[in-house]
């Protein structure tokens, strides 16, 4: 790999990783002390946002990028609309760290905040798969790993719910939340079937929203569950990693013919 593309990926890189970096320094004080300096776990968010933005507009080249998606598409007349990953998962990162800074101050805003992060990331996968059943029937693979998907994760997020956040009327307000941090959950698997693409691109994505769903399940237990899961230390931890994993994935897309995302 030549120096100018491996800078191009080291600098967000490291620009992420001070950033986790950051969180785990937030959860050892507040371990010791017994409450967080906001600051510097609002940091470890600041850093990631700004990572994904040179990501963005320093790292990737769009067209290589918009290439390697379509060159991975297996349906026939059909397109794919790469940019809209590329934009809308730098909008996800910036209305994060709104929803991160506001809910240190009021929980319901900053709930309602991140259910537009839900939005937008489930509007960034729809550039990249394809979310139409329609359009899925079209592949046998694509629609084996759709069905699964759908089918895990209506029965998934649910039985979570009621086993660890439901507690009478008051919990119920954090349902819209929860559907909409499930169908996001339930379009990043939509990825495995793309297997023309390389595989840290489309498992970052997968893991991400895995920690993601295990996050915010740690915050609603936290809040409303009758039976409290005392393991809240990894809830900021597993937070900041999903989003590392998510706004880093497309550092790692490539084919095998040697093409890469990555600017020259």
């Given amino acids: 790999m030549k120096y100018n593309q491996?800078?191009?990926?080291?600098?967000?890189?490291?620009i992420?990783?001070?950033?986790?970096?950051?969180?785990?320094?937030?959860e050892l004080i507040n371990q010791i002390q017994g409450s967080k300096i906001l600051i510097i776990?609002?940091?470890?968010?600041?850093?990631?946002?700004i990572s994904t933005l040179i990501i963005r507009f320093y790292s990737i080249d769009p067209?290589?990028?918009?290439e390697l998606i379509q060159k991975s598409n297996p349906v026939e007349n059909h397109k794919l609309n790469p940019k809209r990953?590329?934009?809308?998962?730098?909008?996800?990162?910036?209305?994060?760290?709104?929803?991160?800074?506001?809910?240190?101050?009021?929980?319901i805003i900053g709930?309602?905040?991140?259910l537009l992060m839900q939005f937008s990331l489930i509007i960034a996968f729809s550039g990249i798969v394809f979310i139409r059943p329609s359009v899925q029937k079209g592949n046998p693979k694509l629609y084996r790993v759709f069905l699964i998907s759908i089918i895990f994760w209506a029965i998934s997020i649910p039985t979570l719910f009621f086993i660890f956040v439901w507690n009478g009327t008051e919990s119920l307000i954090v349902i819209p939340y929860v559907i909409a941090i499930g169908v996001m959950a339930c379009i990043s698997w939509f990825g495995l079937g793309y297997?023309?693409?390389?595989?840290?691109?489309?498992?970052?994505?997968?893991i991400a929203s895995g920690l993601f769903v295990f996050s915010d399940l740690l915050i609603g237990n936290s809040r409303y569950g009758m039976y409290h899961?005392?393991?809240?230390?990894?809830?900021?931890?597993t937070y900041v990693l999903n989003i590392l994993l998510m706004s880093h994935a497309q550092l790692f897309l490539s084919d095998d013919s040697g093409l890469r995302s990555i600017k020259k």
């Fill in 195 to 206: 297997n023309q693409r390389s595989r840290v691109f489309r498992y970052f994505i997968v």
């Fill in 229 to 237: 899961i005392d393991i809240y230390f990894l809830i900021d931890i």
């Fill in 111 to 114: 709930v309602l905040i991140y």
């Fill in 85 to 107: 990953f590329l934009n809308w998962i730098v909008i996800a990162m910036v209305v994060g760290l709104t929803a991160t800074i506001v809910i240190a101050y009021d929980f």
């Fill in 63 to 66: 067209e290589n990028f918009e």
């Fill in 41 to 49: 776990t609002w940091l470890a968010s600041i850093l990631i946002t």
């Fill in 16 to 26: 992420g990783l001070l950033g986790f970096i950051s969180i785990l320094i937030s």
């Fill in 6 to 14: 491996s800078k191009k990926i080291l600098i967000p890189i490291i």
